[in-house]
Nanobody, 117 residues
Framework: VHLVESGGGLVQAGGSLRLSCGTS????????MGWYRQPPGKQRELVAH???????NYADSVKGRFTISRDNAKNMVYLQMNSLKPEDTGVYYC????????????WGLGTQVTVSS
């Protein structure tokens, strides 16, 4: 499974970015897809995820500012990030989970998001 992120970059505080994650496989085959981030010097953390039924969950720090969505026809997952803050800086990774007796986690290589103050 290949996941490819795009859309990262440098933005000023208060600005917006839209991250995209594409996969060569049908995303309906995944139990859940999500976005994680790894701030400099910190561990990777969940930002948001969306289930195959469309249910979403967000980290408290991004609620009301970020929106995760999916386009099953295009096999794409998006993360719209608004009102960005310097603490949103980090490498953002796309994740996909598939349950086949055991839970498999797949990761993209990440895209850098830098928010300047």
């Amino acid at each position: 499974v290949h996941l490819v992120e795009s859309g990262g970059g440098l933005v000023q505080a208060g600005g917006s970015l839209r991250l995209s994650c594409g996969t060569s496989e049908s995303i309906v085959s995944f139990r859940e897809m999500g976005w994680y981030r790894q701030p400099p010097g910190k561990q990777r953390e969940l930002v948001a995820h969306i289930t195959s039924s469309g249910s979403t969950n967000y980290a408290d720090s991004v609620k009301g500012r970020f929106t995760i969505s999916r386009d099953n026809a295009k096999n794409m997952v998006y993360l719209q990030m608004n009102s960005l803050k310097p603490e949103d800086t980090g490498v953002y990774y796309c994740n996909a989970q598939r349950l086949q007796l055991v839970l498999y986690n797949y990761w993209g290589l990440g895209t850098q998001v830098t928010v300047s103050s």
